[in-house]
């Protein structure tokens, strides 16, 4: 059983910082790619950024600049360090990953999302 277990989320000002982290757990064989998606109300869920293990990174414009993905391979897990933020960025974000056990094929999994609310 896969599961991702994510943290980080909350409550700031306009133009603050905050840190997402998801940690996959389980009997994982191999993470080909780790990522954050968002939601917000009355919207579709939404690419937020993706990293790619041992290839690179993909972000959508509206955070370009202000967000970065990194990830610690042997932790299974992928943070997420938000700059700058903006009310538009208020919304539930998402963990995803794509990712095997011994005997599956590859298969995408979801976190149960966090909410991040920004606003003064």
């Known amino acids: 059983q896969v599961q991702l277990v994510e943290s980080g989320g909350g409550l700031v000002q306009p133009g603050g910082s905050l840190t997402l982290s998801c940690a996959a757990s389980g009997s994982i064989f191999s993470v080909n790619m780790m990522g954050w998606f968002r939601q917000a109300p009355g919207k579709q869920r939404e690419l937020v950024a993706i990293?790619?293990?041992?290839?690179?990174?993909n972000y959508a414009d509206s955070v370009k600049g202000r967000f970065t993905i990194s990830r610690d391979n042997s932790k299974n897990t992928v943070y997420m360090q938000m700059n700058s933020l903006k009310p538009e960025d208020t919304a539930v974000y998402y963990c995803n990953a794509n990712l095997r056990q011994a005997t599956t094929p590859w298969q995408n999994y979801w976190g149960q999302g966090t909410q991040v609310t920004v606003s003064s």
């Open positions: 990293i790619n293990f041992g290839v690179g990174t």
